[in-house]
T-cell receptor
Framework: AQSVTQLDSQVPVFEEAPVELRCNYS??????LFWYVQYPNQGLQLLLK??????LVESINGFEAEFNKSQTSFHLRKPSVHISDTAEYFC?????????????FGTGTKLQVIP | DVKVTQSSRYLVKRTGEKVFLECVQD?????MFWYRQDPGLGLRLIYF???????EKGDIPEGYSVSREKKERFSLILESASTNQTSMYLC????????????FGSGTRLTVV
């Protein structure tokens, strides 16, 4: 069985400050990792994903996440946040093995950017 | 722009009613999913479908059923709506390759009174 833990349900941060949203996972097999963002009253959008190769992955709007296998983490970071980054962020994990790819989502972290 | 379209943004239904939530995707994706989203619980998988006429139970299928008669359409059915099914329902699709992420619809907020 796999699981995802997002310890912080809410993260307030001032505009232009850095932010880190934490994600830890557990799985008995190799995994793919994803971050999704949900803006108010919208569905989720894929922000970035780790499949293989470089452990640091980036999105087009300045977010990055680093896969750390030893710590089973995939934390999301941005060096300087903007008001428009206010949203809920979900970490997700799926296994690489055969059969149906079960995707497990975390409970989400609400990022509130304060002007 | 690729899309997953959920037919209703908001729905209000009475207890005991049969409710249909429709989802259509225009990307020729093989896999489709229904999740419900509740505060503090994240997303929980209700049902999914690998392909046309195929369906599999997710983690919380009780009280729900699904239909996939055409590749682009995946319907969620609440056989007899109850107040504990008040939630945000999200439809998603994905190509038949596991390392793609999901494309989600905008969601249907269902209130059962």
């Amino acid at each position: 069985a796999q699981s995802v833990t997002q310890l912080d349900s809410q993260v307030p941060v001032f505009e232009e400050a850095p932010v880190e949203l934490r994600c830890n996972y557990s799985s008995s097999v190799s995994v793919y990792l994803f971050w999704y963002v949900q803006y108010p009253n919208q569905g989720l959008q894929l922000l970035l994903k780790y499949l293989s190769g470089s452990t640091l992955v980036e999105s087009i709007n300045g977010f990055e996440a680093e896969f750390n296998k030893s710590q089973t983490s995939f934390h999301l970071r941005k060096p300087s946040v903007h008001i428009s980054d206010t949203a809920e962020y979900f970490c997700a994990v799926s296994d690489r093995t055969g059969g149906y790819q079960k995707v497990t989502f975390g409970t989400g972290t609400k990022l509130q950017v304060i002007p | 722009d690729v899309k997953v379209t959920q037919s209703s943004r908001y729905l209000v239904k009475r207890t005991g009613e049969k409710v249909f939530l429709e989802c259509v995707q225009d990307m020729d994706h093989e896999n489709m999913f229904w999740y419900r989203q509740d505060p503090g619980l994240g997303l929980r998988l209700i049902y999914f479908s690998y392909d046309v006429k195929m369906k599999e139970k997710g983690d919380i299928p009780e009280g729900y059923s699904v239909s996939r008669e055409k590749k682009e359409r995946f319907s969620l059915i609440l056989e007899s709506a109850s107040t504990n099914q008040t939630s945000m329902y999200l439809c998603a699709s994905r190509p038949g390759t596991r390392n793609y992420g999901y494309t989600f619809g905008s969601g249907t907020r269902l209130t059962v009174v």
